[in-house]
């Protein structure tokens, strides 16, 4: 299952990657082919050069063609957001979870009561549990408890004032704690950038938490961490809740991120 889901983050940032290179590589060939069809019709037809131009043009062309394929190759990890009660969607991950932490670890859970509504792919909170409860686990050398928890949470603009990077309104918290090494100022400092690891050769990818960044800011929400060497850390993560009363514009706004539509 692990292997499976490092398989998972590669494919996600290869293709991501990929898909960012293709845009670009995409843009520059049509200058390319642009100005090269230009070229050859201004020169003279039994001009030599005629046959460089054709030469150049037909290899941007197929150029382009490569970059094409390989958007839609990025573009398939659509996402296909619900509207979601978060208890529900984490309770069927459980036995999941419990799975990947071992036996040696206790999983604590505890859903908040009456919690807001999300709307996001129930695939997102899967990947975004699995790679905070393998980062706890791997944290917890001996016996060790990990809790996950959900509650409702309101940012009124006083806290966001103190607090940069916080945006007012309602949201859902989604906390995963642990009772492991914690981390150091260091291991802050570089926690979401991809590919850092303190984890050896094989073991870890160091995409785990940039994906979960990514895939936190991607649904508009806010990522925290709290974590002391020899007690433990917690993330937190905070959702936007959804508003059924602003389901039209919602839709509208979501049909731009979600290609499947
Ligand atoms: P990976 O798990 O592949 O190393 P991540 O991006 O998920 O990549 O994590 C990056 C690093 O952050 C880890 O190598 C580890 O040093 C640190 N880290 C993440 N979560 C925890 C945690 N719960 N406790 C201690 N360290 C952590």
């Not at 990947?127 to 016996?143: E, G, K, V």
């Not at 309101?154 to 103190?162: L, V």
């Not at 940039?210 to 709290?226: D, E, L, R, S």
């Amino acid at each position: 299952l692990q292997d499976q889901l490092i398989q998972a983050q590669k494919m996600e940032s290869v293709g991501r990657l990929a898909g960012g290179v293709a845009h670009e590589f995409n843009n520059m060939l049509y200058v390319i082919i642009g100005n090269t069809e230009m070229a050859m019709e201004d020169i003279a037809p039994d001009d030599p050069l005629q046959d460089i131009l054709a030469v150049i043009f037909s290899a941007a062309r197929r150029s382009a063609a490569i970059t094409r394929q390989l958007l839609a190759f990025a573009r398939k990890q659509t996402i296909a957001p619900k509207v979601l009660d978060l208890n529900d969607t984490i309770e069927n991950m459980l036995k999941m979870l419990r799975q990947l932490i071992g036996e040696n670890i206790d999983l604590a859970w505890l859903p908040g009561a009456n919690i807001r509504q999300v709307r996001m792919d129930p695939s997102q909170i899967d990947q975004i549990l699995a790679n905070l409860c393998i980062n706890a686990r791997d944290a917890i050398t001996d016996i060790g408890k990990i809790t996950i928890e959900t509650g409702n949470m309101t940012f009124d603009s006083a806290y966001c004032e103190k607090h940069p990077g916080f945006a007012a309104g309602e949201f859902v918290l989604l906390a995963v704690s642990d009772n492991g090494s914690g981390m150091n100022k260091e291991t802050m400092a570089n926690l979401y950038e991809p590919f850092f690891t303190t984890k050896d050769v094989g073991k870890g990818t160091g995409l785990g938490l940039a994906t979960v960044y990514g895939i936190v800011k991607q649904n508009k929400g806010f990522i925290n961490v709290y974590s002391e060497p020899g007690q433990g850390t917690t993330f937190r993560i905070y959702l936007p809740q959804y508003l059924a009363e602003t389901k039209s514009t919602e839709k509208k706004n979501s049909d731009k991120i979600d290609l499947n539509g």
